[in-house]
């Protein structure tokens, strides 16, 4: 416990060297407005240069990101069912469907399934 304690303060002492090391000798010292503007032949941009943003869109993408991982779990799971014992199987195939339709009727709850205009 101890030999853990110490590995840890080892730990941490030396990653806020290396934070205060960096921050020392960094390069950027302050904002530049300049930099940060986008490039208009050196001009002033006239408009935004930022495009709108569809959170709804973003919200159904990181819904399929998570239901595409959910499916490269099932797949293995029909693989390995004559490998191992077909009540243990049975089980975890129940959970991990449960898991995904609570998953889909919190999301149909909270209203993300459906396209806003």
């Known amino acids: 416990m101890m030999n853990l304690t110490i590995m840890a303060i080892i730990i941490l002492s030396i990653s806020s060297i290396l ?3 960096s921050m020392v000798i960094s390069k950027k010292k302050k904002i530049d407005r300049e930099k ?3 490039f208009e032949c050196g001009f002033d941009p006239k408009t935004s240069s930022r495009i709108p943003f569809s959170l709804q869109f973003f919200m159904i993408t990181i819904i399929f990101l998570i239901f595409d991982v959910e499916i490269s ?5 029909i693989i390995i069912f004559k490998l191992i014992n077909k009540m243990i199987w049975f089980n975890s195939m ?3 469907m449960m898991i995904l339709i609570l998953g889909i009727f919190y999301e149909w709850n909270q209203s993300l399934l459906n396209w806003k205009f």
């Open 19 to 21: 934070i205060f090391i």
């Open 36 to 38: 940060f503007s986008p």
């Open 73 to 77: 779990i099932i797949l293995p799971m």
């Open 94 to 96: 129940i959970i991990i």
